[in-house]
Structure formats: C-alpha cells, structure tokens
C-alpha cells in the first residue's frame, strides 16, 4: 500500500512539473527593437531588416521577438550607431561605412572603392579573416556585426547633365558617403552625405545637383528619374555595398547560445536573399527608367574612371598610412582582393566576354 501511494504521489508530482515550469519559460521571452538607417518598408534596405526580424521571431519560436523601428521613428538614421551602443535599442540595419567619423577601417566593412563585389566580400568575410577583424573593432563600441544583405554593385548616379570629362563634375554638389566621397572630393566634388529621404527634395530644391543612393530598384522608388535623366551605372565606388545588422553586444551575450545562433543564422540568410531580391529587382527597375521613362543610362566615361581610381589608390595610401585599425584591416583586405581580381577576371569576367558573342537558341 506504501508503495502504491509513493506511485501516485510520484505521478502527481510529474504532472505538475510543467505547471511549474510555465512561468521560468515566459520569463525566457525577449522583445528586441531593431532601429535602421532606412524608411520602414523601404525596397531592399527596409525589407532585409524586416525580413531577418521575422526570421528571428519565428524561428525562436517568438522567445526573442524583433520590432523594426524605420529611421526617424526612434532615433535619427545617422544615430542608430549610438542607439545601439548605449542599450536604447537592441539591433541596428544599417551600413558600416557610416561610422568612419569612429572608426577609419569601418568603411571596409560595407564596401572600398574598386574593392571587392558582393561574393568576394562575403568570402573575405567569412573565410579570409574579415568577421574577426570586425568583432575586434565593433567590441571597442559595445557592438557585435553581422552582414545583413548586400546591394551588389551600384550606379554612380543621376546627374541633371551628361559628364563627359573630369572637369564637368567640379563643383557639382552630389550626395554620396563613405570613402567613395572622398574620392569624389579629390576630384573637386562637393559631397553631401543625405539619407534616402532627402534625395528628392535635395535635388528638387537646388541643394544638390546630383546623387547616388543605391540601384535601379531604389532609384526608381525615390522617383529620382522626375528630375535627372542621365544615369552613370555601374559605380566604381561601390563595387558590392554590404549591409550591417548589428546588435549590443552585452545583450547578445546574454542570450541562450540557441537564440545567438538563430540571430546569426538569420543575418546569413540575408546575405543570399538580400542580393537576390536586389538582382531580380534591378534588372526589371532598369528596363523601366529606360523604356518607359526615358532615362539615359550608359557607363562612365573611361576618363573618369580613370581618375576615380588613381584618386582612390591616394585616399586608400594615405588612410593606412595614418591609422593603425585601417593598415591591419587593408594587409588582409588588399591581400584576399589580389587573389579575387585574379580569379574573378580569368573565371567570371571570361565568361561575361564570352556570353556577350552572338549565338543562337
């Protein structure tokens, strides 16, 4: 009969064990704010960020819950960096090369100036020392990165005018960031850094004269064809524009290691599906500036190509001649982009050479 009721009471007791258990698992939930530099919703830049919010929810189980938060609607889009970084929110999805005013060698985290295309950045990021380059620098902020999409290789943007020779772009104001500015600058360029929002108005007012923002697929969106009609494509100055999807890094160690890998998990899974929507996407937007709209677009003139790269190997030479965290990020850098050029040009830039001959199917 004792042992009869050690049975039950045992029974009882592990039928109640999940009651218990409830309230240490509701604790375990979490909701993160992810703040980006982009409008909510935004074509490609917002859509990433809503996409890996959505991936992380869903695959925790909605233990760790992501709200997107468009730029303005907490913080500024220039200060979701500081956001982040002081705990007011949680993730960012932004671009990198936004903090080189923190950091010089940020800007190789989002793309150099006749540097590497968006497959070649991923594999220097995963395999050829670029991740851990960036945790040693980001953890000095708090931070921890991650690649959160790709735009692939961007236009060189609108102009109200065609350029023809480095002296048609003197004096233009032309909104454009990161190191590609600079090299604008040494070719007697006024740069502007505005946000996607302000390109409209900016150019509609006279405060700028000319823009970059990303691709077709974006350029289209803004509406920037209503005011420019020549379109330079591609940029050299931003050959494969990664995306960020950064988080407190305190926060981030605090989660369970199965949560970690799922915000990890759900970063690389942009990487691929960014880059594809934004391919898909762009050759469609192009056929449409171009036939529905009237756009011009065409490359740039070989001439200023040419001086875009000599003025970009000076700002290159003397950003890592100046600051130690940019020396030790190009040697790998630089390194991994001797052996892309390489591979890249016999591989894939032979086959664009061969798939242009005329053939028929």
Not at 140 to 146: E, P, Y
Not at 216 to 231: E, H, T, V
Not at 333 to 357: E, P, V
Request: charged residues 20%; glycine residues 10%.
């Amino acid at each position: 009969m004792t042992a009869r009721r050690d049975v039950l009471k045992a029974a009882v007791l592990a039928g109640a064990l999940p009651a218990l258990a409830a309230p240490a698992i509701a604790q375990e939930r979490r909701e993160w704010k992810m703040v980006t530099s982009w409008p909510k919703n935004f074509p490609g830049l917002g859509s990433s960020a809503e996409r890996i919010a959505a991936r992380i929810t869903a695959m925790s189980g909605g233990r760790l819950t992501v709200r997107v938060l468009g730029a303005g609607e907490l913080v500024p889009p220039f200060e979701v960096f500081d956001a982040v970084a002081q705990g007011t929110a949680e993730m960012m999805h932004s671009a990198a090369y936004y903090w080189q005013g923190k950091n010089k060698a940020l800007s190789f985290f989002t793309v150099i100036p006749f540097g590497l295309v968006a497959d070649e950045f991923d594999a220097w990021m995963a395999y050829g020392g670029g991740q851990e380059l960036w945790d040693d620098i980001y953890a000095r902020f708090g931070l921890k990165g991650f690649v959160g999409g790709n735009t692939g290789t961007q236009a060189m943007g609108w102009f109200r005018r065609e350029v023809k020779t480095v002296d048609d772009l003197k004096g233009l104001k032309f909104r454009t960031a990161g190191l590609g500015g600079e090299v604008m600058r040494r070719l007697g360029v006024a740069v502007v850094t505005l946000s996607g929002s302000e390109l409209f108005p900016s150019l509609q007012s006279g405060a700028i004269d000319a823009a970059e923002w990303v691709g077709p697929w974006n350029d289209l969106a803004l509406g920037l064809y209503r005011l420019c009609k020549y379109y330079y494509l591609p940029g050299p100055n931003e050959p494969g524009s990664a995306l960020e999807c950064t988080v407190n890094k305190a926060k981030y160690d605090a989660l369970p290691k199965d949560l970690q890998d799922i915000v990890r998990v759900a970063c690389d899974a942009e990487r691929a599906i960014g880059l594809a929507e934004y391919n898909a996407q762009n050759v469609r937007a192009l056929d449409v500036l171009v036939s529905k709209h009237g756009v011009t677009a065409q490359p740039l003139p070989p001439a200023i190509a040419t001086a875009m790269g000599n003025a970009a190997g000076q700002v290159l030479s003397e950003l890592v001649a100046t600051d130690a965290d940019a020396a030790r990020v190009w040697q790998s850098f630089s390194a991994f982009r001797t052996l892309s050029i390489r591979n890249t040009n016999l591989g894939q830039g032979g086959f664009f050479a061969a798939r242009d001959l005329p053939y028929k199917y």
